[in-house]
T-cell receptor, first 111, second 111 residues
């Protein structure tokens, strides 16, 4: 099956710092999403981004499908950005959508 | 307005018991899912239903039986609970392009 690798596994930032999270995947995909799991366990859909670039406030994401990676940028980080960031991809071979998740990047933003 | 809602949020039970988790979505999506998140936060798909029909079953033990009475509801019943079933179970639904939206999760603890 498809492999999804995220880096770094852990990250500690001072509030106000910027960071880049990376997701590499092993095959061509037709769906890529970024999720944030907050400290209360909620999984929040950040971006649906199988290709191209999107921005939402302080967050932006870029997927280069031909090179099989995606990047999530967090600017001016805040303590509320803490949690785990997951990348998930789907091959969609016609058997239904089946997202494969990476192991996540654990982010802690400190004052 | 909760888009994907699941109940209960927490279950604590003894080995050998049976339990159910209910899920409802008001997004008008045709496809619904159950995902399992283990103690290391790894997320894996269990089942997917499209318009009440099972389309993905990821070799989950048959003690787990999903049921979809209509396309807005997907319930999960678990028989003869085992210690290894302790996890957080997430319901989700998706748009036709596969973009996934999660419920808040149901934390199951088997003692």
């Amino acid at each position: 099956g498809i492999q999804v690798e995220q880096s770094p596994p852990d990250l500690i930032l001072q509030e106000g710092a910027n960071s880049t999270l990376r997701c590499n995947f092993s095959d061509s995909v037709n769906n890529l999403q970024w999720f944030h799991q907050n400290p209360w366990g909620q999984l929040i859909n950040l971006f649906y981004i199988p290709s191209g670039t999107k921005q939402n406030g302080r967050l932006s994401a870029t997927t280069v499908a031909t090179e099989r990676y995606s990047l999530l940028y967090i600017s001016s980080s805040q303590t509320t950005d803490s949690g785990v960031y997951f990348c998930a991809v789907d091959l969609f071979t016609g058997g239904g959508n089946k997202l494969t998740f990476g192991t996540g990047t654990q982010l802690k933003v400190e004052l | 307005d909760t888009a994907v809602s699941q109940t209960p949020k927490y279950l604590v039970t003894q080995m050998g018991n049976d339990k159910s988790i209910k899920c409802e979505q008001n997004l008008g999506h045709d496809t619904m899912y159950w995902y399992k998140q283990d103690s290391k936060k790894f997320l894996k798909i269990m089942f997917s239903y499209n318009n009440k029909e099972l389309i993905i079953n990821e070799t989950v033990p048959n003690r787990f039986s999903p049921k979809s009475p209509d396309k807005a509801h997907l319930n999960l019943h678990i028989n003869s609970l085992e210690l290894g079933d302790s996890a957080v179970y997430f319901c989700a639904s998706s748009q036709p392009n596969g973009e996934l939206f999660f419920g808040e999760g149901s934390r199951l603890t088997v003692l």
